[in-house]
């Protein structure tokens, strides 16, 4: 696979939208349990937290592995200073995360 020139920026949008949404993924499930419940609403079993936390943890793993394997396809495609520059976006978007400031 070859990247054109004209194609790196649109790229490097998409894997840096990706990067900080990948790690920071928060799905339904574990919103709904972080949220209050309804004052009628009768209260999780131990094990119901306990699963759903381990099957968010599971579609987390599974979203970073989708990530890194098209990270490869692209990361491969660049050329060594694109990926210079790659590389010190996604450590720029680690510490400073995108809409934080």
Known sequence: MSLAPRA??????????????????????????????????PAPSAMQVIAGLAEDDRMRAEAMGDLVAKLKVLYDALSPKQRTLFDRRVLLAQSEPLGTQ
Not at 14 to 38: I, K
């Open 8 to 41: 790196w920026p649109l790229a490097a949008a998409v894997a840096l939208l990706a990067v900080p949404l990948a790690a920071e993924s928060q799905y339904p499930q574990g919103r709904a349990r972080r949220d209050p419940p309804a004052v009628d609403a």
